[in-house]
Nanobody, 124 residues
Framework: QVQLVESGGGQVQTGGSLRLSCAASGRTDTMCWIRQAPGTEREFVATLRQSGGSTFYAESVKGRFTSSRDHAKNTWYLQMNSLKPEDKDVYYC????????????????????WGQGTQVTVSS
């Protein structure tokens, strides 16, 4: 059983930065960041695959967000720069113990472990 604890959300102005953290209690290979606005479906943001170090990003965040991991701390990060009002959402980290194939990394159903979510607010 893997537990994920998120932190780092908050409120920033447009153009600002935030770094989200996701501390994992057990071994994970593939970590995904997903966001959701009230009344909308969850949206894939980014995935980092520990084995091989591959990253995958949604087009809407590519070039602005970076996913990384501190292996010693077993903590995953989402660095968010140049934030826009449309980035305002609840952000979740989700993990899979196994290495997911490229065709699966954006699929939420492939991640059995989820964090509690953290709110990100971007004011214009």
């Amino acid at each position: 059983q893997v537990q994920l604890v998120e932190s780092g959300g908050g409120q920033v102005q447009t153009g600002g930065s935030l770094r989200l953290s996701c501390a994992a209690s057990g071994r994970t290979d593939t970590m995904c960041w997903i966001r959701q606005a009230p009344g909308t479906e969850r949206e894939f943001v980014a995935t980092l695959r520990q084995s091989g170090g591959s990253t995958f990003y949604a087009e809407s965040v590519k070039g602005r967000f970076t996913s990384s991991r501190d292996h010693a701390k077993n903590t995953w990060y989402l660095q968010m720069n140049s934030l826009k009002p449309e980035d305002k959402d609840v952000y979740y980290c989700a993990a899979a113990v196994s290495r997911l194939m490229n065709t699966a990394v954006r699929l939420q159903r492939m991640y059995p472990y989820w964090g509690q979510g953290t709110q990100v607010t971007v004011s214009s």
